[in-house]
């Protein structure tokens, strides 16, 4: 029982992690033609992105629990596919009148 809450806490904060980063990525993108310093704005959230996404992985991997990492990689990766499919462009958005 132990191991299963493990198991799908790790997937969860994974799976945060991903929004997160992704998420992040998604707003910078956004804010980058209105933004006054677009050099500081993409340096500053890759940084800022990377260095709380690896501090989250490094969290779940403590103690050599690769089992743990992998798991919480795949919510990552889970996370990213999603907000793909979800966050991007539809065709009518793309080119006028095409379904």
Known sequence: MIDFMIIIL????????GIFYFGGLWLTLK???SSG????????????????SLSGFYLVARG???ERLLICLFGFILMKVFLVF???PHKEAIIPGVK
Do not use: E, M
């Open 86 to 88: 979800r966050l991007r």
């Open 10 to 17: 790790s997937l969860a904060i994974g799976a945060g992690l």
């Open 31 to 33: 804010k980058l033609p």
């Open 64 to 66: 050599g629990q690769w």
């Open 37 to 52: 310093n677009p050099y500081f704005l993409t340096l500053g959230s890759f940084f800022g992105r990377t260095v709380l």
